[in-house]
């Protein structure tokens, strides 16, 4: 406390220590945050792959593939010889 002609004067500025465990909260958060941008890296993938592997039994079965319906379709001489 300051005492400036016969007034007392505190300071509103209050100093915050940062302690350890701010520290592991800051570094949880972080934490969780990467885990989360990794589950988003693994996972888009797997959905892109499900159709990616559509595609490949369409063709492996002799159709093929209309992306714009996403459906499999076959000629009618492929059906009749089968």
């Keep these: 406390m300051?005492?400036?002609?016969?007034?007392?004067i505190q300071?509103?500025?209050a100093v915050k220590y940062v302690s350890y465990l701010d520290l592991m909260d800051y570094r949880l958060n972080i934490k969780v945050f990467m885990n989360k941008i990794?589950?988003?890296?693994?996972?888009?993938?797997l959905l892109y792959g499900c159709e990616f592997w559509e595609v490949d039994k369409c063709l492996d079965r002799?159709?093929?593939w209309n992306y714009d319906?996403?459906?499999c379709e076959f000629e009618e001489s492929a059906?009749?010889?089968a």
Excluded: H, W, Y
């Excluded at 300051?2 to 007392?8: D, K, N, P």
């Excluded at 990794?38 to 993938?45: E, F």
């Design 2 to 8: 300051a005492e400036i002609m016969g007034l007392q």
């Design 11 to 13: 300071p509103k500025i």
């Design 38 to 45: 990794i589950a988003v890296i693994v996972i888009l993938p």
């Design 62 to 64: 002799g159709g093929k």
């Design 69 to 71: 319906d996403g459906v």
């Design 79 to 81: 059906k009749k010889s």
